[in-house]
Each structure stands twice: as structure tokens, then as C-alpha cells.
């Protein structure tokens, strides 16, 4: 297949051009470092504008996955504009230029994040939700999605993946996590109560590729496992793989106050199911976390 994607040099993306060019697709990514591509993302050929690219160039599947890092900073002002810009704005970009090719795009796979709810506490969610959240991240991804949908009206099938923090032993929120627990330093979060949706990358990448091969994957998909746990069994399972105590929990009081309105990524929660991805024959290959941490941390004396 001939896919185009944004996004591709951050974590999920390059692993994904790994995936795929084994695969044997062709692929084209567009980047503000189109030098850099051909290096990160296993030979993909790297463009910096989408005008580059040829007149008779029409993707078989566009991937989107642009977007400055959410959870790097507090959401000032400005941070709040960054974020709305990489991610609305590349999507209006990317589907204005859909609309000009010369044929349509059967299908567009779009980022989006489990924030997209909110902080649902004690509600059981699946992708029957119809009411995103209310803090700025789930605005966010609320935009983000309404931008991408409007490739249908261009003949491309949309598919939103709703990511869960990816589980990986290189980067994303293990990587953050490690050096802390690994200290003995780790703790839960608040009450450590809140759900805590998580998927393990090469569960992620699979479910992209089963979406991208599945020719009536359509609509909105969770990418979380089924194995869904509260923050402080997450702590006790990270740390008990780590062999390390976990007994210093971050009080929410101090949360909010360090990190304002960005705390709702830490202290809030879903209590979410993969509900489309596995009706549609999805099988997880890590469902469960204790086998999920295992497998990302086998150094550890078990
Ligand atoms: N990783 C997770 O746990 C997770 C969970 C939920 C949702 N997601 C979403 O999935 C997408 C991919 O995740 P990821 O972890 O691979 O992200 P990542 O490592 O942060 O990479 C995102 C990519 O977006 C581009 N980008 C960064 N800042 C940008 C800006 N200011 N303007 C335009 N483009 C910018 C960069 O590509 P170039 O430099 O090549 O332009 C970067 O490589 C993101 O949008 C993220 O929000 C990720």
C-alpha cells in the first residue's frame, strides 16, 4: 500500500514505519525535519510540505498522528495554542489537501487520545459515549476528530483511534515512570482510585495495521486493553515487577497545584473497554498488565 503519514518521527510513528516497511509498504511522511525521516522512519521518504508531492500521488491510507506532546508542560496559553494548532491545524491542512487529489483517499486513520472522556470516574465507557469531556484536553481531542472527519466528505473512510498512554520500554509514560520507581521513590496518584486505561505498544501497532487492513473499519476505536486497572493497582504491579517498594503517594493537592488543569491526565480517569476493536476480531496480545510489564521489563528477578 502507498500510505502518507504525519506525526511519524515521535514513538508511535516510528515504530509503526518499522512495521510497515517490513511490510513492504511504500511510505511518505510528512515532517517539519524531512531530513531526519529516511533515518527515523526505516527509509520512508520525508517531505516538509504536502505541495511536494507528485500532481498523480493518491494515498491508499493517510495516518495522522501530529501533534506537540500533551502531557510535557502545564497548559498555559500559549502551550494551550501549540497544542490546538499541531494537532486541529495539521488535520484541517492534511484534509484540505485530501479534497484536492485527483482521486479519493480510501482511508484516513487519525490520533486521538482516552482523554477524548474526560474524568469519568465510576462510568462503564465504551465508544457508545457521545459526550466528550470537559477540560481542555478532551476539547481537544474533540476538535481533533471533527477536523478529521470532514475527510469523508472528500470519499475517505475515518477511522479515530482513541490511544491510551502506550506502554513501551523506550519512552512515553514508562519512561518517565522508571527512574522514579526504580529509586523506590514510586507512589499512586491521589487516592489512586481512577482508572487507569493503558495499551502495550505492539498492541497498538497491530490494531493500527488490523484497522488499516479491515476494509469496513470505520468510525471511533479504543486502543486500550481489556485488562483495565485503577492507578493504585498499576503502581503496585510496576513496582512489584521493578522489586522495588511503592509507598510514597502524590498527594492531589500538590498535583493541582504543580500542574493546574493538566493534573486531569494524572488524578482523572476512564473506566474504558475496547469495545469495537475486539467485536471486530482484535485479539490483544498483551490484555493483562502484570504480562504487559513482564514482557517491557524482563530484566527485572522475577
Ligand atoms: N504516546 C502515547 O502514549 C499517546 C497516547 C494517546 C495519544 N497519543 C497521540 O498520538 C500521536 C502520536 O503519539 P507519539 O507518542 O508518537 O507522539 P510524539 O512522539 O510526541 O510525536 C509526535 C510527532 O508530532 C510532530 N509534532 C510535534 N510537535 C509538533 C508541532 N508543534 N507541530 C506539528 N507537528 C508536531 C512531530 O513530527 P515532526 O517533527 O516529524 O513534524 C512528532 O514526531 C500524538 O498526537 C499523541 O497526542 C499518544
Redesign the pocket.
Known amino acids: 500500500m502507498r500510505i502518507l503519514l504525519t ?7 516510528r515504530a509503526l514505519c518499522q512495521r510497515w516497511a517490513a511490510a513492504g509498504h511504500e511510505l511518505v ?1 510528512l ?3 524531512p531530513q531526519q ?1 529516511a533515518s527515523l522512519c526505516s527509509g520512508a521518504r520525508g517531505v516538509a510540505q504536502l505541495s511536494e508531492l507528485e500532481a498523480a500521488y493518491v494515498p491508499d491510507a493517510v495516518v495522522n ?6 502531557a510535557d508542560r502545564p497548559w498555559s496559553a500559549a502551550r494551550r495554542r ?1 497544542l490546538w ?3 486541529i491545524g ?1 488535520t484541517q491542512a492534511l484534509v484540505s489537501w485530501l479534497g484536492q487529489l485527483p482521486a479519493p483517499a480510501p482511508l484516513l486513520l487519525s ?4 482523554g477524548w472522556y474526560g474524568d469519568c470516574g465510576e462510568q462503564a465507557l465504551d465508544e457508545s459515549a457521545t459526550t466528550p469531556g470537559q477540560d481542555f484536553g478532551s476539547e481537544l481531542c474533540a476538535a481533533w476528530e471533527q477536523a478529521a472527519l470532514k475527510a469523508r466528505q472528500h470519499g475517505s473512510r475515518v477511522v479515530l483511534l482513541r ?4 506502554l513501551t520500554s523506550r ?3 514508562l519512561a518517565r515512570l522508571l527512574p522514579v520507581f526504580r529509586l523506590g521513590l514510586g507512589g499512586r496518584l491521589g487516592g489512586g482510585q481512577q482508572w487507569m486505561p493503558w495499551i502495550h505498544r505492539d498492541d497498538l501497532l497491530a490494531l493500527f495495521d488490523h484497522l488499516l487492513q479491515a476494509s469496513d473499519s470505520d468510525g471511533v476505536y479504543n486502543a486500550c486493553a481489556p485488562g483495565l486497572v485503577r492507578n493504585s493497582a498499576f503502581t503496585r504491579l510496576l513496582a512489584a515487577q521493578l522489586h522495588r517498594p511503592a509507598c510514597l503517594p502524590a498527594p492531589a493537592p500538590v498535583l493541582r497545584l504543580l500542574l493546574g488543569e493538566m493534573s486531569v491526565l494524572l488524578l482523572g480517569g476512564q473506566k474504558l473497554m475496547p469495545q469495537r476493536a475486539l467485536a471486530s476480531g482484535f485479539v490483544f496480545r498483551y490484555g493483562e498488565l502484570k504480562t504487559a510489564l513482564a514482557q517491557l521489563l524482563p530484566s527485572s528477578v522475577d
Open positions: 506525526g511519524a518521527t515521535g514513538l508511535i510513528g511522511v515532517s517539519r525535519q525521516v498522528l501530529a501533534g506537540a506532546p500533551i501549540l494548532d499541531s494537532r495539521t490520533a486521538s487520545a482516552v490511544i491510551a498512554p502506550v519512552g512515553g509514560m
